[in-house]
């Protein structure tokens, strides 16, 4: 299975995606990380456009290949990315679930974004004016809505998880034809 997390920064994707890979055995796959590699490396500097998830959708890929469940996670802020995810799990004929995680209380989501510390080696934060003006295009289909402004992570991971148990194939829910 490939499950696709995305939302703006500071919304808790990254706690959502690492509680989920430790509860269900997942490989975390996050762009951040990718990209900052790439930056790392000397080839480019921030930002460095489609690079990170490009090199995501190909590692993501060859992990549902071998079997494992990828739980992809990035900003995934155009319907061209998220397009290109679902590409992948299609690729791979593997389920595939989307998440958006939000945080609906603008005070919340300011002080996630304001107090939050970096956790990948010299990665960039964006600041909260950063944020507000990030390109980030409505989603125009049916996906998974975490919404962590007024729940903690384990309740989030909770929700998360009732959600993904209603889309995996079961013999009394099997998959789409």
Wanted: glycine share 6%; charged share 20%.
């Amino acid at each position: 299975m490939l499950i696709v997390i995305g939302g703006l920064p500071a919304t808790g994707k990254t706690t959502l995606a690492r509680l989920l890979a430790a509860q269900i055995g997942g490989v975390h796959l996050r762009i951040d990380t990718i990209e900052q590699a790439i930056v790392r490396s000397g080839l480019a500097h921030h930002p460095i456009g489609p690079a990170g998830y490009v090199v995501g959708y190909a590692l993501a890929e060859e992990y549902l290949h071998q079997g494992l469940t990828v739980i992809a996670e990035s900003v995934n802020p155009l319907a061209v990315t998220r397009n290109s995810w679902r590409d992948v799990g299609v690729k791979a004929a593997v389920p595939v679930a989307e998440v958006e995680v939000i945080c609906s209380a603008p005070a919340e989501h300011r002080r996630r974004a304001t107090s939050r510390s970096v956790d990948v080696p010299d990665l960039p934060l964006p600041d909260w004016q950063q944020i507000l003006d990030r390109d980030y295009e409505p989603w125009d289909r049916e996906r998974i809505v975490i919404d962590t402004a007024q729940q903690d992570p384990q309740q989030s991971l909770a929700v998360l998880l009732r959600s993904l148990d209603d889309l995996r194939p079961t013999p009394h829910n099997p998959p789409p034809a």
